[in-house]
């Protein structure tokens, strides 16, 4: 797809040092084989022309988000600010929150999860192993449930690891699939369905000025977010938990 064809990506925060977007749904966050759009490549191309710069464009990929997931991203506009946060990634300081429908009801309204899941990078799925399998890695997250609306639930989660496809896995493994995922869902969902999963909090201390930095994105109000208010419930949360 050519670039001015390409989605518009909302800019949450902009300095001289990092990026801040929303990213749309179903656009890769780093160049694959598919040689579909990707998130680097547009953004590159978006501080190319809005900033008529010659050549290359330097933006480091800080973190990623799965293919069909929304939400807020953080990119690093120099070297220096890429090392630093991703620095701040591998000490687990990076705060990311994500909000999600599920199917069913989670057998405890909020808890912590704890698995060991392994990759197969053959056919680039994840599942549940056991801790001595080789090559597994610990998988940790939070979840809360916020509301639940005809078999469906809305869960704030946080994670505490960052492995492929972690929260949907860690869902399914208790019951509680996310809905429109085609891929550890498929027997509760439809084909052509969209993930319900989206990055909703993302918080972290500026590379440089260690400023504390907190931005949040709200998924579209479409079906199954709109069997919620989802703004509210969202922002009720999470200002909770940052005045604590």
Not at 146 to 160: A, T
Not at 162 to 168: L, M
Request: aromatic share 6%.
């Amino acid at each position: 797809m050519g670039y001015d064809t390409a989605p518009v990506i909302p800019i949450l925060y902009e300095d001289n040092h990092i990026l801040v977007v929303e990213k749309p749904v179903n656009v890769l966050s780093q160049a694959d084989s598919t040689q579909d759009e990707d998130m680097l490549t547009l953004l590159k191309n978006d501080l190319k022309v809005r900033y008529s710069k010659p050549g290359n464009v330097y933006l480091g990929l800080v973190h990623r988000l799965d293919r069909p997931v929304g939400g807020a991203m953080v990119f690093a506009k120099t070297s220096k600010a890429a090392s630093r946060l991703s620095d701040t990634v591998r000490k687990q300081e990076l705060n990311k929150r994500y909000i999600a429908v599920v199917h069913g009801i989670p057998a405890q309204s909020r808890a912590s999860l704890r698995h060991y899941l392994l990759k197969d990078s053959r056919t680039n799925t994840v599942r549940v192993a056991s801790s001595s399998t080789p090559d597994a890695k610990e998988a940790r997250l939070d979840y809360e449930v916020l509301g639940q609306h005809d078999q469906l639930s809305l869960v704030l989660v946080q994670l505490h690891t960052g492995r492929p496809h972690q929260i949907r896995v860690q869902m399914q493994a208790i019951g509680c699939p996310l809905f429109g995922d085609q891929r550890y869902g498929a027997a509760l969902n439809k084909a052509g369905q969209q993930i319900a999963l989206w990055s909703t909090s993302l918080s972290f201390d500026h590379p440089t000025t260690k400023e504390f930095m907190a931005f949040r994105s709200i998924p579209p109000r479409s079906y199954p977010w709109n069997n919620w208010n989802v703004v509210d419930l969202i922002n009720d949360k999470l200002n909770t938990l940052t005045d604590c």
